[in-house]
T-cell receptor, first 109, second 115 residues
Framework: TQLLEQSPQFLSIQEGENLTVYCNSSSVFSSLQWYRQEPGEGPVLLVTVVTGGEVKKLKRLTFQFGDARKDSSLHITAAQPGDTGLYLC?????????FGAGTRLTVKP | DVKVTQSSRYLVKRTGEKVFLECVQDMDHENMFWYRQDPGLGLRLIYFSYDVKMKEKGDIPEGYSVSREKKERFSLILESASTNQTSMYLCASNSLSQGLFYGYTFGSGTRLTVV
């Protein structure tokens, strides 16, 4: 059982569509990170959220940390083929970091 | 550009071989980690190190060992490779001052196949 549950597991959409992916847990985290991993590469850190209710924007990507610091969402506006990849969330608790299994996003031109 | 470099992108080894996976970082980070990544299971921590010559077991250390003789280098050793160790291996680092708050810098990964 994953400590961090990501949904959906797979998502395939057309270029220009909007989407939201979720990262949920029953545990409280001191911070939560989102990474994007392209095929054959390691994950690359996109953002860290620390405060409950925090919203961060990175161009077309909007990240939100839940008020109770147990969950997070990633919203992409007007998706592009370059957004294709595996999106991973990771939560930090004390001296422990836990990763979700990821959402595999495919954006078709 | 700061980097975590893993020595091999792809490796094919035979069952029973001793396998060395090397990781070097140029950011003067104290903390280094080895994960394996399998579909549907996410990233699982094998070993980590907070300092030279220090090592701590992660969630799945069985069948693995590590070595950290220099601050910049963290090696993962498969003592006797088995087919269930076929996986993507990821090395990561971060600084002690950042702790876990600010995430990791990952290498590009080594895809290991044991036949």
């Amino acid at each position: 059982t994953q400590l961090l549950e990501q949904s959906p597991q797979f998502l395939s959409i057309q270029e220009g569509e909007n989407l939201t992916v979720y990262c949920n847990s029953s545990s409280v985290f001191s911070s939560l990170q989102w990474y994007r991993q392209e095929p054959g590469e390691g994950p690359v850190l996109l953002v860290t959220v620390v405060t409950g209710g925090e919203v961060k924007k990175l161009k077309r990507l909007t990240f939100q940390f839940g008020d109770a610091r147990k969950d997070s969402s990633l919203h992409i506006t007007a998706a592009q083929p370059g957004d294709t990849g595996l999106y991973l969330c990771a939560g930090a608790q004390n001296n422990d970091m836990r990763f979700g299994a990821g959402t595999r996003l495919t954006v078709k031109p | 550009d700061v980097k975590v470099t893993q020595s091999s992108r792809y490796l094919v080894k035979r069952t029973g071989e001793k396998v060395f996976l090397e990781c070097v970082q140029d950011m003067d980070h104290e903390n280094m980690f080895w994960y394996r990544q399998d579909p549907g299971l996410g990233l699982r921590l094998i070993y980590f190190s907070y300092d030279v010559k220090m090592k701590e077991k992660g969630d799945i250390p069985e069948g693995y060992s590590v070595s950290r003789e220099k601050k910049e280098r963290f090696s993962l050793i498969l003592e006797s490779a088995s087919t269930n160790q076929t996986s993507m291996y990821l090395c990561a680092s971060n600084s002690l001052s950042q702790g876990l708050f600010y995430g990791y810098t990952f290498g590009s990964g080594t895809r290991l196949t044991v036949v």
